[in-house]
Every structure is written in structure tokens, then in C-alpha cells.
């Protein structure tokens, strides 16, 4: 796998997760979140769900950073729901060969996660919505799903031995 995406829904630690692996394998990291439109955040901030179009020039974007990333360097992360199959095989046609890491996480530890958290755009209101969009990867190729409430060691353990450590810099 050439990149790994760190995907799922808001509160399960997408970042951090993300972060660990990247500094355990000196990897760069694309926060997916930094890239959505000034209108996308204000609508989030608002309350209201994105929808598929509000994602897509957003998802083309970090399929263009994950690529040039990956020109740039042995490999790469990115925080990214991800929340659609058809969101992922966007990334996939972006970048070949792109791995995802699905951190699966109950509709209860997500609000309860989001609306601990300050300073972010994402109001745990929205997470319903994200669940109503979330379709789990299962049978894809070049996935691995952990439980969001492990440990973050045991989660980054399980992902670089999964994607194996010849991805580090």
C-alpha cells in the first residue's frame, strides 16, 4: 500500500491515530479536515449535514494532496471520513494502492466523544448524520478495522503491523 487513510466517523480519533502512526514510522500527514471550504465548515458549524456534493470538491482535493504527498515521499497519511465506498474509491483513483484503517466506534461513544471536545467545527448534533451516511468498508481490499476504543499504543501497533513498516521513511 502506497498511503493509509485514517477514516471514519467524527470522535474516533482519526487524528491522533493518524499522528501516532505517523511519528512511529516518520511518515507526513494530511489533516483532511483542514482542507473543507470555508462554506463547508460554516454549514458544519451550523448544524447542518454536508452532503455529497459539499464533499466532493473536498475529497478531490485531498486526493490531489495525498498524491502529490505520495510524489513527494515513500508514503503518507490522511484523516479523512471517508464515510462513503464511493468517497473511497475517489481516494483510490487519486492514489493506487491506497489503504484504509477504518476505526469502528458505536453511534453513544462518538456524541459522547464530540461533545467533549472543544474548539473544532463538528458539533456532536451532526453525528447521527454521519452515522446515516457511514457505509462500513467490509469486503473492500486494503482495509483494517479496530475498535476506536482500544488502546491508541495497541490501535497504532495493529495498523504499522498491518501495513508493515517498509512504508517509513
Known sequence: MRALVVMGVSGCGKT???IAVCERLGLPMIEG????SAHNVRKMEAGMPLDDDDRKDW???LGMELADA???NPSAVLTCSALKHRYR??????VPHLGFVF???TREAAIERVSRRSGHFMPASLVDSQFR???PPVDEPGVLTVNALDPLPAIVDRVVAWWGTDTAA
Open 16 to 18: 491522533s491515530v493518524a
Open 33 to 36: 479536515d483542514a482542507f473543507h
Open 59 to 61: 475529497l478531490d482535493r
Open 70 to 72: 505520495t510524489a513527494a
Open 89 to 94: 474509491d475517489a481516494l483510490r483513483r487519486a
Open 103 to 105: 476505526l469502528e466506534l
Open 133 to 135: 451516511d457511514l457505509e
